[in-house]
């Protein structure tokens, strides 16, 4: 019975000695978000980290930005004009942008002041946001999609960044390489089989962007205009003119008036000195 007894209190001491463990072993371990982990996954948030928590990018963002911006100034004002819904294949979505979330969490305060839209945080110039975005944010990108830049070739980034110098010579291979991604961009974006305005859009896009790409230098790019912005100080200007004419319309109203005024004081004056007369 004794010998029993001492049995017990063995396994009772190793079965204490066991939870005690495994409380440690899970305080050590940080819980694990599954749910965080699954909407990251399902908003096509959800990065892999390698080794070290960083995250290995292989993509211009200053490149990627370029191309945005040409999108948004030389092609989506047509494609809006003629109400066509890009669909998601193509290169050019928004979607298919890997900075596009980062890019919306800008907050442009001020000249000299940037914020992050996902802490808070302010810095002074745009591209110390970039780094921190890179640092600090890297898991927060539409993963799943492709790098802009990489279509930079065929929307003449480089003539928008000036990155080109108008001396440099033109390389023929490169130039038809460009014009090969362009016209594919076309077909892919705006195929011509899907309605009259995808083979409007599909001519437009080769005039705008894609017959630009040829060292005989006769087709410049964007040749069919640009978004047309309303400028702060064309408005501010249009707003002074306004009241300056107005002024000047209500000083001439007023010197009239005093003018007809004074007219009528003369005549009355000469009036009553003919009625009186000398004795």
């Given at each position: ?236 200007i249009s707003f002074l003119t306004l009241i300056l ?17 004074g007219t009528l004081e003369l005549k009355r004056i000469?009036?009553?000195g003919r009625k009186k007369k000398p004795f």
């Amino acid at each position: 019975m004794l010998g029993w007894s001492k049995w017990v209190i063995f396994y009772i001491i190793c079965l204490s000695l066991s939870l005690q463990q495994l409380r440690k072993a899970s305080s050590a371990s940080p819980p694990i978000q599954t749910d965080q982990v699954h909407e990251d996954f399902l908003s096509g948030r959800y990065l892999k980290q390698e080794q070290g928590g960083s995250h290995e990018i292989h993509c211009s963002r200053e490149r990627s930005r370029a191309a945005w911006k040409i999108i948004e100034e030389y092609l989506v004002p047509f494609v809006e004009k003629e109400q066509y819904q890009l669909s998601r294949r193509c290169r050019l979505h928004p979607d298919n942008d890997l900075f596009r979330d980062q890019e919306h969490h800008k907050v442009h305060l001020d000249i000299n002041e940037w914020q992050c839209g996902f802490c808070k945080k302010s810095f002074y110039e745009e591209k110390h946001l970039d780094k921190h975005f890179d640092n600090r944010h890297g898991n927060l990108l539409n993963s799943h999609s492709r790098c802009l830049a990489d279509v930079c070739g065929a929307l003449h980034c480089d003539h928008v960044m000036n990155s080109v110098s108008q001396k440099s010579k033109c390389n023929p291979a490169a130039a038809s390489r460009n014009k090969h991604l362009c016209e594919s961009l076309a077909d892919n974006c705006f195929p011509v089989n899907e309605g009259p305005s995808a083979s409007r859009l599909h001519e437009f896009f080769l005039h705008q962007f894609c017959d630009a790409h040829s060292c005989t230098g006769r087709q410049k790019p964007f040749s069919r205009g640009r978004r047309k912005k309303t400028s702060i100080f064309y408005i501010f200007i249009s707003f002074l003119t306004l009241i300056l004419l107005l002024l000047f319309y209500v000083y001439i109203y007023l010197y009239q008036r005093g003018m007809k005024r004074g007219t009528l004081e003369l005549k009355r004056i000469s009036q009553s000195g003919r009625k009186k007369k000398p004795f």
